[in-house]
T-cell receptor, first 122, second 112 residues
């Protein structure tokens, strides 16, 4: 398909176990984002990748969370020693960064979201 | 992280009615976005606003970027059953900034 895909769609794990979540962005998209959505809440930014630049990890809630993006395409979000409060939907988005030549507004982009991974930590 | 104040939290309306929802922030945003999320899916962008005062339409949807740059509203005219879902506003502080701040969502139910 042409959209962002994520796997697994659902994951149930026991407290203390590690989990890996995968995101396949849209081909050609240079920017990739991870968000967390808790029940009944909006999305919380976690981490951002742009090309070969160092990722923006400012949204990661603790050092148990980490993410990689290999070859500028697929990304994995790893949560170590999961806790019950990690239960949420983890959403990935990708975008094609476009820079306005005159720089008045900097960059504009549209983020395309995947369907998410529903994580339940028991 | 920061979340925007979005209201109302939920709405129950009759098919054909118009809908209005809004978002406010204590800080200035350079970009306002409105998304819709269906159950089991990721959010889908509806409208993007990049200038204060900008009024943009997308079919039956109209959104405005507030003059103060601290608020935005979304209107849906002549609602239909497929408008059901959760609507989120999102804002970006700086042009080119990496992260979006999201509202808590407005859950819309349309009664046929």
């Amino acid at each position: 398909g042409a959209g962002v895909s994520q796997s697994p769609s659902n994951k149930v794990t026991e407290k203390g176990k590690d989990v890996e979540l995968r995101c396949d962005p849209i081909s050609g998209h240079t920017a990739l984002y991870w968000y967390r959505q808790s029940l009944g809440q909006g999305l919380e930014f976690l981490i951002y990748f742009q090309g070969n630049s160092a990722p923006d990890k400012s949204g990661l809630p603790s050092d148990r969370f980490s993410a990689e993006r290999t070859g500028g395409s697929v990304s994995t979000l790893t949560i170590q020693r999961t806790q019950q409060e990690d239960s949420a939907v983890y959403l990935c988005a990708s975008s094609l960064m476009r820079l306005l030549l005159h720089g008045i507004q900097g960059s504009q982009e549209t983020q395309y979201f995947g369907p998410g991974t529903r994580l339940l930590v028991l | 992280g920061q979340q925007l104040n979005q209201s109302p939290q939920s709405m129950f309306i009759q098919e054909g009615e118009d809908v209005s929802m809004n978002c406010t922030s204590s800080s200035i945003f350079n970009t306002w976005l409105w998304y819709k999320q269906d159950p089991g899916e990721g959010p889908v962008l509806l409208i993007a606003l990049y200038k204060a005062g900008e009024l943009t339409s997308n079919g039956r949807l109209t959104a405005q970027f507030g003059i103060t740059r601290k608020d935005s509203f979304l209107n849906i005219s002549a609602s239909i059953p497929s408008d059901v879902g959760i609507y989120f506003c999102a804002g970006r502080h700086q042009t080119g900034a990496n992260n979006l701040f999201f509202g808590t969502g407005t859950r819309l139910t349309v009664i046929p």
